[in-house]
């Protein structure tokens, strides 16, 4: 049955078109194949006027393309000529679609006409939706295309390949990583066909759009942007953001997805304005732009710190600038909004406020960022109306099968042993929502077993899925850093990676800068082909991946980024931690940052505990197994169990580690005297009683 995706201004046209697929669909219930309704769209080069298909349907048994006419014309031929060229210069722009300088299918080119108009000669006119049957069938071809033929097709049409930004990779070494990231980038790309309704469908109200990490909502929004330009040249149109490293990103697949569509033209900045959330004198930002426009002061991180505590600096700048702002003007025809878990209602609803009355709003979100809390609050919550259209995206593209479910069972804690479940998502509704299946119903108190089929977790990276993710233990921190050293210096040479290819993410965020410092030392050595390692955000904040060097951040830096082999350290400091779920959860979200390898390293007794976890998802088979899924009443009491130390108690201890720090600095203690004051200990023979008391209770 053909999938309807997209919609047409037009009314009447829409009736028409729907009738159409109705029709088709009741005479071949088995075709196999997509309608997409306005939509492909193209500017006319020489008017910069809009030309937009009809309709366009491809599937398994032919390509056909529509002009729906409402009102009569002069010559319906000259209107199927044009769109014949547009459509198959398009097609011709993919080298995978050629075949000795010929199209490897036929396109078939049909006007639809209420009004009775003269046939022409080779050209197909239909007035009847039973005439358009007839012509299908007579046009349709002998032998339906192969799933491949038919997905590139429909990859030319969707414009899709170029999604994955594609390196330079000639001469790699068959079999190595090098050679597996190029393999899998030389497949030719096509959007799903939720991610084509994220794009095409009307934007006219509130949007969602939802899915896990990796499921391709940057490139959906990005996309989107653009084909939101070609349809409304006039609108100005933004796309916003928490990290400031994702600002590189959302530039670079804007320009291309722009480019590729106009023939290497570049988008109107003005037009399409990319800029992170908050702003500055110095950098654009939403917030800043609104303020400035409504004659507000606007707050810098400072000032809001000061004013609304550090958590909810921006939240509580945006509640200003809402109560303050007693009349907004329209500032922006669309808003897209992307991480927009990291926002709450007060910067929505500020977006809100800036779009006019017909509130063209998108956000995308991840589902299930905290895996202990729904990631979002419902729409009603946060904008008091109900959204026009919400869009899930289930399948992920990022990461491989066994790197997600490893990411959720170590981030809930699911195969601890003697203490179990540290958190577990609030509904059961959202393993479907991120593509997990079960064989049977998930009932509370009930056997579960979850996994995920090549549907939701497609086989992109050709290789052995056992070799996908690891994890380390070491002996100490030195022993940790000469292993991953070894690693590195395996990728850059038989692996044949860049340093771009590979990202450091260390769990120890204090201790960070030092870390990275001890390991820059040794990478200088020529072995290492004078690689570095550089910290994330030192130049500016939109600093993050380097061409010849190796990337070193903390999780929040890496939030939105992605690379091939994703190497985490400090691992342990997730176990026995003081915030126990927000370290599960920054240890789940380092995980997914891999679309390649992973590889989680650590040392002493902690990491021992990471790595029986992994172990026990290895025995099964890389599935979430629930012997016992948690009722309504077990799931309440995992929350008060594994409560992360309050706010409060935690500054007070960084205040501490801060004191103890300066006076190490000074050289007016040792750690052995520090350890004996704060313990209230005498010797270095109590202070190791000490720890042997504290392992046997974690035991």
């Not at 022993?479 to 590979?502: F, G, H, T």
């Not at 082909?529 to 550089?534: G, K, Q």
Request: hydrophobic share 35%.
């Amino acid at each position: 049955m053909l999938k309807n995706i997209g919609s047409i201004e037009n009314e009447e046209k829409e009736k028409i078109i729907e009738e159409i697929i109705k029709n088709l669909n009741e005479k071949y219930p088995n075709i196999e194949g997509e309608a997409y309704i306005g939509y492909p769209i193209y500017i006319d080069e020489y008017t910069d006027n809009k030309v937009s298909v009809d309709l366009a349907i491809i599937s398994k048994i032919g390509v056909f393309i529509f002009n729906v006419l409402t009102e009569p014309v002069t010559d319906y031929a000259k209107i199927q000529d044009d769109i014949y060229v547009k459509v198959e210069n398009r097609f011709r722009k993919q080298p995978f679609l050629i075949k000795k300088r010929k199209l490897i299918f036929d396109i078939t080119i049909v006007t639809y006409s209420k009004e009775k108009l003269e046939k022409q000669e080779e050209n197909l006119i239909a007035f009847s939706s039973d005439e358009v049957l007839d012509i299908i069938d007579q046009n349709k071809v002998e032998d339906e295309y192969s799933d491949k033929i038919y997905n590139n097709i429909l990859s030319g049409l969707q414009e899709a390949y170029g999604i994955n930004q594609r390196n330079d990779r000639e001469g790699v070494t068959e079999g190595s990583k090098a050679y597996l990231i190029s393999e899998m980038n030389n497949l030719i790309e096509k959007y799903d066909t939720r991610q084509m309704e994220a794009i095409l469908s009307d934007t006219k109200g509130i949007q969602r759009i939802r899915g896990m990490a990796g499921s391709g909502k940057t490139i959906v929004l990005a996309r989107k942007a653009v084909e939101l330009h070609m349809a409304h040249r006039d609108w100005i149109i933004v796309v916003t953001y928490s990290t400031r490293a994702l600002k590189k990103q959302l530039e670079n697949l804007i320009a291309r997805f722009y480019a590729a569509k106009n023939d290497g033209a570049k988008y109107d900045k003005t037009k399409i304005k990319i800029m992170q959330a908050w702003g500055s004198a110095t950098s654009a930002g939403v917030y800043y732009e609104i303020c400035l426009r409504h004659g507000v002061s606007p707050f810098n991180f400072g000032q809001a710190k000061a004013r609304f505590t550090q958590k909810f600096a921006f939240s509580g700048a945006c509640m200003e600038a809402i109560r303050e702002i007693k009349n907004f003007q329209k500032m922006y025809d669309c808003i897209l909004i992307d991480e927009a878990q990291d926002f709450d209602k007060n910067f929505m609803n500020l977006c809100l406020n800036v779009l006019g009355e017909e509130k063209r709003l998108v956000y995308a979100y991840d589902e299930l960022q905290k895996l202990n809390e729904e990631t979002m609050p419902m729409p009603r919550e946060i904008f008091g109306q109900e959204i026009s259209n919400d869009t899930p995206l289930t399948v992920c593209y990022r990461n491989q099968a066994n790197t997600i479910v490893t990411a959720h069972a170590i981030g809930m804690g699911l195969y601890r042993k003697n203490n179990g479940l540290i958190q577990i998502p609030g509904s059961i509704d959202v393993w479907e929502t991120i593509g997990y299946t079960s064989d049977n119903k998930i009932l509370e108190g009930e056997c579960v077993e979850l996994y995920r089929t090549k549907e939701t977790s497609p086989e992109l990276l050709n290789c052995n899925s056992n070799e996908i993710i690891d994890f380390y233990k070491y002996s100490d921190f030195y022993e940790q850093r000469e292993a991953l050293l070894n690693m590195i210096k395996e990728n850059l040479d038989k692996d044949e990676l860049l340093p771009s290819d590979i990202m450091i993410i260390d769990m120890d965020t204090i201790g960070i800068s030092d870390n990275r410092n001890k390991l820059n030392v040794v990478m200088k050595d020529e072995k290492y082909n004078n690689v570095s390692i550089h910290l994330a955000g030192t130049v500016s904040p939109e600093d993050f991946f380097r061409k010849y060097s190796i990337v070193y951040s903390t999780i929040y830096r890496a939030k939105g980024n992605e690379a091939y082999m994703v190497y985490i350290v400090n691992a342990q400091r997730c176990i026995n931690s003081l915030a126990p779920r927000s370290d599960r959860n920054a240890l789940f979200t380092a995980i997914t940052r891999s679309k390649g390898w992973v590889r989680v390293l650590g040392y002493g007794e902690e990491m021992q505990t990471l790595c029986d976890e992994f172990e026990e998802i290895k025995k099964h088979d890389f599935k979430l197994y629930f012997e016992h899924y948690p009722t309504e009443e077990e799931q309440k009491q995992l929350i008060l169990n594994n409560k992360d130390l309050d706010k409060g108690a935690m500054s007070s201890l960084n205040n501490t580690r801060n004191l103890i720090n300066k006076l190490k600095a000074d050289g007016k203690a040792t750690d052995i005297q520090i350890i004996k004051e704060l313990f209230g200990i005498s010797s270095k023979e109590e202070i190791i009683k000490m720890l042997e008391n504290g392992e046997e209770k974690n035991e």
